[in-house]
C-alpha cells in the first residue's frame, strides 16, 4: 500500500484556491481539533472534513487507505485509555488486566481527534499542488533553495516507494524470504542498507543535475508561475477567519460545550 | 565551500569516517539534497512498516522499531551531510509522519527532529566514527536529549500519568539505542565504503 497519497489535479473550485487559502483552511481545523474535547463535535468536524474533500473532488477512496490503516491505531489508542483510566464502572476483565468504561469518552476523543488532524492535512497536502506550495514559501521569504526542497520530497516520494519496491523484489529473487510483515521486520537491513545506498545515489544525481542548471548560482531566480490571490481566495479567507472569530467567541464564553 | 581537514584531536592520528565531520554546516545542492532524501526514506521505511506496527502493539505510547530506524538515518544524515541536512531529514519525515497519520504523537516530531540533528553534529566533530562504541556514545546523549519532547507529548496525547509517560519514554530511548547503535555503525561504514556521500 503507497504510504502517501499524492496530489493529482481534478478540476475543481477548490484545486483552483490560492495555497494560501488550503494552508489556512489546514490552520482551521487544527484550531477546532485541538481545542475541542467533546466527541460528538469532533465527529462533526471528522464529518466536515469528508464533505469538503467531496465537494472538493477528492474521492473517499483516495483518504480511505489511510482512514483504515488508521483504524487499528484508534482501536489500540481506545483500549490502553479503558486500561489507563480506573473508576467505578469495570468493562471488562481478562485474568488481572481490567477494562474501565470510564475510559472510552477519552479514547474516543483521542481517537477523532487524530483522525481529524491526520485527514486534514492529507487532504491540504492532495489539493496542494508541490510549485505552488514552494512559491508559497518563497512568498513567506523562505530563501529558493530551501523552498524548492518541500516539492522535492513531494515529488519523490513515489519514486523512492517504487525503488524500495524493488529492492523487496530483488532480494527476493535472491531467495530471502520477505512476504508478512514479521519477515520483513526481522531482514531490515538486508533491504535498508541498499535502500539508503540507492537513495543516496540518486540524490547525488538530482544534487548535479540541479547545479548543472544553475540551483545555487545566484541570490535570486526567477519563475515561470507566480501565486496571487484572486476575488474568490479573498472570499475564503475572510469566511475562514470570520469562522475562526466567531468559534474563538464562542469557546471563550461557552467553554462547556467544547469540553 | 571549504573544507576542513585533518585529524581530530581527541582520537591522535584517526581521521574522521566523512571529511565533512570537522564542519557543522554544509549548504552545497548535494547535501541539501541528501537531506531531504533521507527524509523520505526514513519516512517511507517508518511510516509504511514500523511505526505501524509500534502503533499497533503500543498504540504508538513508544516505539519499540521505529526510534531505532529514525535515530539511525537522523545520525547519517548529520554525520555526513551536517546541518542543515540534519534538519531537513528530520523536518521531512515529521511533514510526512502527520500528513500519513503513522502515529498519534507525529507532530511532536518536529520538536524532537529539531533538537537531535544538533547534537548528532556536535558529538561527532570530536569522534572519528570508525568505531562501533562511537556510535553508542554519540546515541546516548542523541537520544536521551533529542528524544525528550516526546514526554510531554505523550502525556497530552493519551492523557497518561508524567510517570508512564516517562516510563514509555525510556523503553523508546532503549530500544532505539540498541537498534541504532548497530544499523548506523554498519551503514555509516558502507557509505563511507562506497563514497556515494562524499
New interface residues.
Partial sequence: MP??TTYAYRDSFVFRFDPRVKVAWLGVMLLLSVTTGRPALLAAYLVLILSVAAVGGVAFSRLWP?AR??L??AA??V???LL??PGPHPLLQVGAIRLYREGFP?GLE?ALR??C???A??L??IWMDPTALTLLLLKLGLNY??AM?VS??LR??PL??RE?GKIYDSQQARGMELRG?LR??IR??PV??P???R??????E???S??LRG??YKKERTWQRAIALRPTDRAALVVLAATTVTYAGVRLIRPQWFL | MSVKTGTLGGVVGEQPLSRHQLNIFR????A??????????M???N????E??D???????WFP?AGG?HAT?SV?SGLFFRL?AGW?TGE?NA??A???????VS?AFLINNAIFPVIVVLVSRVLSMRKWYQYAVLLVPAILVGYAPMIPATYS????TWG?AFQFQLLTDGAAFLIATV?SY??AQ??AR?R??D
Fill in positions: 504510504v502517501l489511510t490503516a488508521m487499528s491505531v489500540v489508542i483500549v490502553i485509555q489507563l483510566h477519552i483521542v487524530i483522525y488532524i491526520v485527514l492535512s492529507l491540504t497536502f533553495r530551501y526542497l522535492l520530497s519523490t516520494f523512492l516507494e524500495l510483515t520483513k521486520l531490515l537491513l535498508m542498507m535502500f539508503v545506498l537513495a543516496l545515489r540518486r540524490s547525488n538530482i544534487a548535479v540541479m547545479e540551483f545555487g | 549548504f552545497d545542492a548535494k541539501l539534497v541528501a537531506g531531504v532524501i533521507l527524509g523520505v526514506v519516512t517511507i521505511i511510516a509504511g512498516i514500523l505501524r506496527v502503533t499497533a502493539l503500543t498504540g504508538g505510547t522499531l530506524t538515518l547519517i542543515p531537513i521531512t511533514l510526512f502527520v500528513i500519513t497519520g503513522s502515529t498519534p507532530w496525547v493519551f492523557h497518561l508512564l544499523l554498519l551503514i558502507a557509505i562506497s556515494v556521500a
